[in-house]
């Protein structure tokens, strides 16, 4: 992979005994955008935060920006931004206090600090909102100044936990077409979630943890390809006529899971087959079918053949 950003080498990290993270192998190239995706108590906050130096790896190595996580700390903290899930700003503060602030903090000072920060507010369109404290801003202005702050010292890595966890749908795109234009500019983002629909539409690669393990790493469309179940989703007049429908086609052998509020999806076990034959023994019990369509792998149907059964059997 060319210019790597992120390189983690059998990554480990152990409370006690208990193996939070075990050998985790992980490679993330300059300006990708890439999705660390797992159920709760996975290690996805435990393997960002050997990432960002705030926790020392058991065993592993990590390069981040390429400086060593354990060996040049330091290096690696003024390489890279963090966005936490909660926006952990001063309610009090305006944008601007907080972007000069962090400037300092950065130690950035003079003409140079006043033009990157004049820069930022421009960047995400913050000029109308500079002078208001932060507790009186919108979600979406909120997590656009976090972003803004974090950028402060122009980091070669941003680390994204669940960024758009709590906000309205505009403020979501919004939100997505910031990370998304960041990546274009060269910035390498690490994007936590547990959102798939957020993973999907900006992650290039995504990498599926369960009980410490890195299960799998590939791009949303592999991953789909892999799974390759299609299915069938049918709607129907009711919740009752979706009962009897399952019922029908589970005594023929289909797997049918519900579709709220008044349908069933059918898996096909072989692409494109099968679908006349459920439609007739529907028709057949006398049910009305309102729709059909065939649907093809989801995110969500990866993630619960990857991640739900490795995470049976976690530490």
Partial sequence: MDTEMIRATGLCRVFGRVVAVESVDLAVAKGEIYGLLGPNGSGKTTTVRMLTTQLPPTEGTALVAGADVVTHPELVRARVGAVRQEVGLDPMMTPLGLLRLQATLQGLGGRRAGD???GLVD??????????????LSGGLRRRVDLAVALVHQPRVLFLDE??????????LEVWAEISRLAREGVTVLLTTQDLAEADHLAARIGILSAGRLVTSATPEELKRRVGEQSLAVGL????SAGRARRVLADRGDAVDPLPPAG???HLP????????????LAGAGLEIGSCAVEE??????FLRLAAPAEAGAR
């Fill in 123 to 136: 960047l995400f369109s913050l000029g109308a909102h500079v002078d208001v404290p932060v507790g009186r």
């Fill in 297 to 302: 792998p989801s995110l969500e149907d990866v």
């Fill in 237 to 240: 007049p009711d919740a009752e």
């Fill in 116 to 118: 990157r920060v004049a």
């Fill in 163 to 172: 960024p758009t966890t709590g906000l309205d749908p505009r403020s979501r």
């Fill in 270 to 281: 072989e692409a494109g087959t099968g679908v006349t034959e459920i439609l007739l023994a």
């Fill in 264 to 266: 069933i999806r059918v």
